[in-house]
């Protein structure tokens, strides 16, 4: 089977984006050691942590000595129990013979276990607990926008895109193991992938917004126009930034709900659904607004009207904005001129374009390493400090590049930390499935069609944190062009690939 038959840019159903990946079986229950009850349960238990945390592999004997008498010798008491509770557990350990001497090492399922009380150094992932890096780089992200009603000055964006890189850094080397289960013991090691770090899933994601706008043209009730509203923020009626973005998306569709039901007398908007494109942004303070086209309708609802209900009813602003768009020599173009427009940034740009800068501000995201996520982010703070120092002179001491990569990135670090996606389209927008349903990961990546019952998702870890037996077994897979990399050769063990994973095999 070649390497593009395996999943590459994905992974499992059942995992999430928003920290390391998660099995998707069920962990079995506290208590289902195989042990429990055993006199000697407690011990038992010390060994298989033992193992855990030494993915390498380790003799018994040793493994007795760091765990149940410092003085074990081989032979003695301590050193049978190590070496019965290895044996009589190949599903937890496995073990092997180097230079004449008996290994052990763990086996993905002991990873499966429930938590042994304290975490161990090395993890294959595969509980429902997110990874402390992981964790606290979001916590730290929400707490600076749940903190504040607007982002004012480079220090505080920098401090923004600094939880951002840290989070990036956490999962930079990180691989999804598959097993085959066509083959037992052979894997594939897929890079950790999100929309914030795969030129592939930005791609993926930029081919559906086309889509969507060019399967705009062919719906509703009068195709070839549409109608797209703005709707603001005002900072005053919430609490914090974070406040403001929560529930954005749930006050856009009772928007929409409140449309589609038009009183009989008078109406004062549309009175039926239509499908929309939804795409939240942000203001240079860091205020989220949307703008929503409506496809096929040229009107929704009389501006007051609109406009009252969103300050009203959804208690969020009274400000919103209205522009027409109609199709013209096959591509969607604003009806008013220039001028008459609501949004003065729009000259040279279609709709398309305009509404577009969130896909591509990922791309830039994902382009960019972690140490540069860092750089830039370092530019910002000193931007920052220097602003409120030493006048306006201060930038030329800076580095340019990463500065002008920071002034960029900051505002997707603002989409990771509020989770707001770059769109959503109704389901008319979308391409069709084609009549064969294919398995999707969670992060939105179509699976290979034998993925569910070939491939079995073993865990997520750093590459030198994988058992032995699965690195040493292993296919490891790019995240941009190129060819697998292969099995690194054994003196490579414990280490990533020298060739790094900086490119998804198609």
Not at 192 to 210: I, K, L
Not at 227 to 238: F, G, Q
Not at 378 to 400: F, I, K, Q, V, Y
Request: aromatic share 6%.
């Amino acid at each position: 089977m070649s390497s593009r038959e395996v999943p590459t840019d994905a992974r499992p159903a059942g995992t999430s984006d928003s920290g390391p990946c998660h099995g998707s079986g069920e962990s079995p229950p506290a208590g289902s050691l195989p042990w429990s009850g055993d006199p000697r349960a407690a011990d038992k238990t010390e060994l298989l942590k033992y193992a855990r945390q030494n993915p390498e592999g380790v003799r018994p004997t040793v493994a007795a000595r760091a765990v149940l008498d410092s003085e074990a010798t081989a032979g003695d008491k301590n050193d049978r129990l190590a070496r019965r509770t290895f044996e009589n557990h190949p599903d937890l350990f496995k073990t092997t013979r180097r230079d004449g001497e008996t290994w052990v090492e763990p086996t993905p399922e002991a990873y499966r276990r429930p938590s042994l009380d304290t975490a161990s150094k090395h993890t294959v992932e595969t509980g429902e607990k997110p990874g402390d890096s992981d964790g606290v780089a979001v916590s730290n992200g929400r707490a600076i926008l749940g903190r504040r009603s607007a982002v004012e000055g480079d220090e505080v964006r920098g401090d923004l895109l600094g939880a951002f890189g840290a989070k990036r850094e956490a999962t930079e080397d990180r691989f999804h193991a598959f097993e085959d289960s066509f083959s037992p013991g052979s894997y594939r090691l897929v890079p950790y992938a999100t929309r914030f770090n795969s030129g592939r899933r930005v791609a993926e994601t930029r081919d559906r917004y086309r889509t969507a706008w060019d399967r705009g043209r062919e719906v509703g009730p009068n195709p070839g126009i549409a109608s797209m509203w703005t709707l603001t923020t005002d900072p005053s009626r919430y609490d914090s930034l974070l406040d403001a973005a929560e529930g954005l998306l749930d006050d856009v569709n009772l928007l929409k709900k409140w449309l589609s039901r038009s009183p009989e007398s008078r109406p004062t908007r549309i009175g039926e659904t239509v499908p929309t494109l939804v795409v939240p942004e942000f203001t240079e303070t860091g205020l989220p607004h949307v703008h929503v086209v409506f496809f096929g309708v040229g009107w929704v609802a009389r501006k007051s009207a609109l406009s009252r209900y969103w300050s009203e009813n959804r208690g969020r602003a009274e400000v919103v904005h209205y522009d027409r768009l109609r199709v013209r020599d096959g591509r969607w173009r604003w009806v008013e001129s220039e001028e008459d427009r609501s949004h003065p940034d729009t000259r040279g740009r279609t709709p398309r374009d305009y509404l577009r800068e969130g896909i591509d501000l990922l791309s830039e995201s994902a382009e960019a390493t972690a140490a540069e996520v860092r750089e830039a982010a370092n530019a910002l703070r000193a931007s920052g400090r220097t602003d409120e120092g030493d006048g306006d002179d201060g930038d030329d001491t800076l580095d340019g590049d990463a500065l002008d990569r920071g002034r960029d990135l900051w505002r997707v670090a603002l989409r990771w930390a509020t989770d707001l996606p770059v769109f959503t389209a109704s389901p008319e927008l979308k391409r069709d499935s084609g009549g064969s349903e294919r398995a999707t990961a969670p992060d939105g990546t179509r699976l290979p069609a034998d993925a569910p019952s070939r491939w079995r998702y073993v865990g997520t870890a750093r590459y030198g944190e994988f058992p032995r037996s699965i690195r040493e077994n292993a296919t490891v897979l790019r995240r941009g062009p190129g060819p697998p990399l292969g099995r690194p050769p054994p003196s490579d063990a414990g280490n990533a690939p020298s060739t790094g994973v900086s490119a998804a095999v198609e």
